[in-house]
């Protein structure tokens, strides 16, 4: 399994990098690879690239997956 590490900066108005104001948000779980229990799946983007990922967290694994 490859590991990706997730650094979770946005960026201000400036452009500088700041750590983010976290917002309530609505999710659609999915089901985890591993264990078969629903894990939380994110949307989420690097600073600077405009295109988006999904990630998911399992809480049962307590693993971090990617969308392939």
């Known amino acids: 399994m490859v590991e990706k590490i997730l650094s979770f900066k946005v960026k201000d108005s ?3 990098m700041k750590n983010p104001r976290w917002v309530k948000a609505k999710t659609q779980n999915d089901t985890c ?3 078969a229990n629903k894990m939380v799946v994110i949307m989420g983007a ?3 690239q405009e295109g988006h990922f999904l990630y998911a967290f399992c809480f049962h694994c307590e693993d971090v997956f990617i969308a392939e």
């Open 46 to 48: 690097n600073p600077g």
């Open 33 to 35: 690879p591993q264990c």
């Open 14 to 16: 400036n452009g500088s």
